[in-house]
């Protein structure tokens, strides 16, 4: 198993410029997240999908979109990036049950100039 | 959701056991609590969670008091390599809750 994958690892935007962070799971976990993590911050949640179909605002949704593409696909979209979007970007899931563990992606690096 | 109070750093030597601790004073009846550990700038870890009895595996040791107010994570034999960012959360096991990772203790292990 790949567990959760993120593409791209790195980029560099303009403000105003637009992109997809994408993440996919091969685990078949129900749940999906998407945080950001701030220079010496803990992680922000962004969006959150407890299940195919639904997605729910997190702490932070302000600037971003998200879609469930299916069970095991969730991504993040930047419509006009500005420099404070400027962060470490994870994805994770989990599949609800006994351990109840979240698996975390590599992160996605991004800069907005 | 509770919310959780840690330290922002601790030191512990190599070889030595390190016990970090929480706080959730306002942590309710359903609500686990978990512990999560980011190494470097890594994504973070799963560690160990428990409801209200102690909890051991190979990685670490969880210690919830009786009241379930405050909890302690305990790494017995602390290598150089247990060197990150703790975070202790509670949350309840459904797919619908939002997990809040706080800013976490940072563990720095001494040789």
């Known amino acids: 198993n790949a567990g959760v994958t993120q593409t791209p690892k790195f980029q560099v935007l303009k403000t105003g410029q637009s992109m997809t962070l994408q993440c996919a799971q091969d685990m078949n976990h129900n749940s999906m997240y998407w945080y950001r993590q701030d220079p010496g911050m803990g992680l922000r949640l962004i969006y959150y999908?407890?299940?195919?179909?639904?997605?729910d605002k997190g702490e932070v949704p302000n600037g971003y979109n998200v879609s469930r593409l299916n069970k095991r696909e969730f991504s993040l979209r930047l419509e006009s990036a500005a420099p404070s979007q400027t962060s470490v970007y994870f994805c994770?899931?989990?599949?609800?049950?006994?351990?109840?563990?979240?698996?975390f992606g590599p992160g996605t690096r991004l800069t907005v100039l | 959701d509770a919310k959780t109070t840690q330290p922002p750093s601790m030191d512990c030597a190599e070889g030595r056991a390190a016990n970090l601790p929480c706080n959730h004073s306002t942590i309710s009846g359903n609500e686990y609590v978990y512990w999560y550990r980011q190494i470097h700038s890594q994504g973070p870890q799963y560690i160990i969670h428990g409801l209200k009895n102690n909890e051991t595996n190979e990685m670490a040791s969880l210690i919830i008091t009786e009241d379930r107010k405050s909890s302690t994570l305990i790494l017995p034999h602390a290598t150089l390599r247990d060197t990150a960012v703790y975070y202790c959360?509670?949350?309840?096991?459904?797919?619908?809750?939002?997990?809040?990772f706080g800013t976490g203790t940072r563990l720095t292990i001494i040789p």
């Open positions: 999908s407890a299940s195919e179909g639904t997605t």
């Open positions: 959360i509670v949350s309840r096991p459904f797919g619908n809750e939002k997990l809040t």
């Open positions: 994770a899931s989990i599949r609800w049950g006994r351990r109840n563990e979240q698996f």
